[in-house]
């Protein structure tokens, strides 16, 4: 399997790192390299997933939401941290600031057990490094995982293959990571 | 070792040495370096090596796109000699006989972040003068190779950012090619002399005897008088900095903005304090390793002189197998009280929940920048909130392992790993340029040692002071987070600099 990566500056090549174990073909790209440059790799390389991952705010995610919007519905996409937040935005959510600061922390997180989360204990721990959130879900998306304060940890929408997750899978403090990153590839080869 | 040297291959390099009975590094540098007041000596103390040497046979320095690799010897001369037609994919190259200049300008292209690790910048450089010798054998680390500074601006080799307003006119990177050394391993408690023979041509006898004659004359040096201390008459200390209370608490606030808008998590900021000295640099860095107790190192350049402390960052394998390690620091409390008191704050920096966060965030960076330039499932991290204990401090620390991917090497990987001042790295790095005012330059950069056979250390240099000219340079810093107060962050300015400017003062000649 291909996985054609957007990294929006750090915490993208743990990530990466994660479906190269599992046997994965990885491109990383920046969140600022010219989009037709992207298009281009993306045509030659074929991806079957497009991972759009990194910390920071929306403003800074360089053309992350024009990829998001460029390709959903055609190749799979997931986007962690920032990635996700696109995915929230671009299709009419908003964004708030954390009610506490989460970064470096663990909260406990409660899923719907399906697609990613999949056989993932229930509630798990994850390490996040954001202090942003996502809020006002629009209807084409479901919210799919929330913490103990109720604010979004996940997202997936409705039609098309798309999954978003606020919380860093790859992180040290997130044990079902490697899990998830599983039951994605699982959902994708279906 | 003759033997050797007549069969080594043009293009060889190999260590002539000889043990000494170990003795004092410090001392050993003060009678080389004529109290470290010579130019181009270098001394790097750790816990673990003192590594010194005052005849270096090159010097490489840039500065933008700029760059010079200077001969300090004779040796260095016959090394530029043998580096000449390497520098093609320059966009600039004189070759003279004492001195290689030239121009190049860090490629940037629209390409995948695989592809950009591999794009020409100055790190190719360092790559040509590192590893043009091929190492015949190698029968300790350190033995030779480049030693020296990469300023904190090295990333604009890396990254398009913003420029500070202010330069002190500080070289990008200033390195030295050590062909003769003594390094001095206290663990082992064994010291050495060492002379490097750089096999250019046929005369390979003549080359071992000039190895040797150079260790003669640093072993004559051991039982020297210690050159004589200058007298300074006091004078009134003086003391400014490049940015006032008012404007620190206002970028303090508008770096706490970028927090609260998602763009950065945290920032350190720096401003420079610029103070008056009056003493020997030499004493200042003695005063400084007093209060300090930590790694440390000194070096006396045409630039000025550079000193400051060592936080271990970096270690890179050069054998085969290319292991690579780096360590991440974290809070720091007081140590060597009595041993349950020592306990007492070992056992809070294990449990202080804002810390532990923090540094989880560091382990957590470290595993990505090594993710970028390790194989594929090789990166994990060896040990994870541990304590050190060092004289009169103890400190948690991570350390982070991995293999280097096949075809890169230690500069590689210094370029995914290299010291941060904020989280994201490059969102913090792009907004502390917009409000600092001056260069960080060395300060927050590395000092590093490469060894022809890929062997790399490095250590973020902090505490630093730079003497230029009659003034000392040092800098303030404060860590910006979403829960500390700006109008504190003044404040923590001048206290991380207290121990610099003590150092200065106690180092006499002010009043």
Do not use: W
Not at chain 2, 395 to 401: A, C, G, P, R
């Amino acid at each position: 399997m291909k996985a054609l990566f957007i990294d929006n500056f750090d915490f993208t090549y743990s990530l990466a790192d994660e479906f190269e174990k599992k046997g994965c073909e990885v491109l990383v790209y920046r969140n600022d390299a010219d989009l037709r440059v992207i298009d281009a790799a993306i045509k030659k390389f074929k991806p079957s997933l497009i991972v759009v991952s990194g910390s920071g705010s929306i403003k800074n995610s360089g053309n992350s939401s024009e990829i998001i919007s460029a390709y959903h519905g055609k190749i799979p996409i997931f986007g962690i941290g920032v990635g996700h937040h696109c995915i929230i935005s671009l299709f009419g959510g908003k964004m708030d600031k954390a009610p506490e600061a989460i970064f470096g922390k663990m909260p406990k997180i409660t899923h719907d057990g399906k697609t990613i989360f999949k056989k993932i204990e229930n509630p798990f721990q994850a390490g996040m490094h954001s202090l942003m959130v996502g809020s006002d879900i629009p209807y084409v998306l479901e919210v799919s995982a929330r913490n103990e304060n109720d604010a979004v940890m996940a997202v997936r929408h409705k039609e098309h293959f798309v999954e978003g997750v606020q919380f860093n899978p790859e992180s040290i403090l997130t044990p079902a990571g490697s899990q998830i990153i599983d039951n994605l590839l699982g959902e994708i080869k279906k | 070792m003759l033997e050797k040297i007549k069969n080594a291959k043009i293009g060889s390099i190999l260590p002539v040495y000889e043990a000494i009975e170990n003795i004092d590094a410090e001392e050993f540098f003060i009678k080389l370096s004529n109290y470290g007041r010579d130019r181009n000596s270098v001394l790097i103390q750790t816990e673990e090596k003192s590594i010194c040497s005052v005849n270096p046979c090159l010097k490489i320095t840039g500065k933008n796109e700029e760059f010079e690799i200077k001969a300090l010897s004779n040796t260095g001369r016959k090394f530029l000699q043998f580096l000449k037609g390497d520098f093609k994919f320059c966009d600039k190259v004189e070759y003279g006989k004492n001195a290689i200049k030239g121009r190049l300008k860090p490629s940037r292209r629209n390409v995948s972040e695989d592809q950009r690790l591999r794009l020409k910048n100055h790190a190719d450089i360092l790559r040509a003068v590192a590893f043009k010798f091929k190492p015949a054998m190698a029968p300790f680390r350190h033995y030779g190779g480049l030693c020296g500074m990469l300023s904190y601006d090295f990333i604009d080799q890396f990254e398009d950012l913003p420029k500070n307003m202010q330069d002190l006119n500080e070289p990008d990177y200033e390195m030295y090619f050590l062909d003769s050394l003594f390094v001095v391993n206290h663990k082992e408690n064994k010291a050495y002399i060492i002379a490097n023979a750089l096999i250019t041509d046929e005369k390979k006898e003549k080359c071992y005897n000039e190895c040797l004659k150079a260790i003669e004359s640093c072993k004559k040096a051991i039982s020297k008088k210690n050159p004589k201390i200058r007298k300074y008459k006091k004078k009134p200390f003086q003391v400014t900095a490049d940015t006032p209370k008012e404007e620190l608490v206002q970028i303090a606030n508008k770096i706490k903005n970028h927090i609260f808008e998602g763009d950065i998590s945290q920032a350190s900021i720096s401003k420079m304090i610029i103070a008056n000295y009056n003493a020997e640099p030499f004493d200042i860095f003695r005063q400084l390793k007093q209060i300090l107790k930590a790694d440390m190192f000194y070096a006396n350049s045409e630039t000025g002189i550079l000193l400051g402390s060592l936080n271990s960052n970096l270690r890179v394998s050069g054998n085969e197998e290319k292991a690579f390690e780096a360590t991440i620091i974290g809070a720091e409390k007081p140590s060597s009280i009595n041993r349950d008191l020592d306990n007492k704050y070992e056992v809070e920096l294990k449990i202080n929940s804002r810390e532990i966060a923090k540094h989880t965030m560091l382990i957590d960076l470290a595993r990505n920048d090594m993710a970028k330039v390790a194989k594929a499932g090789s990166r994990h991290a060896g040990l994870l909130y541990h304590t050190e204990k060092r004289p009169n401090r103890q400190y948690l620390f991570s350390v982070v392992k991995g293999i280097l991917k096949q075809d890169l090497d230690a500069l590689h990987a210094y370029s995914a790993i290299m010291s941060q001042a904020g989280i994201p790295k490059m969102a913090a790095a792009r907004i502390l340029r917009q409000y600092e005012k001056t260069k960080r330059g060395f300060h927050n950069g590395a000092v590093c040692f490469l060894s022809p056979d890929g062997d790399f250390d490095s250590a973020v240099a902090a505490n630093t002071i730079r003497l230029k000219g009659n003034k000392a340079y040092l800098m303030g810093e404060a860590n910006v987070s979403s829960d500390s107060k700006p109008e504190s962050a003044f404040q923590e300015t001048e206290d991380s600099a207290r121990k610099c400017v003590d150092a200065i003062k106690l180092a006499g000649g002010l009043k």
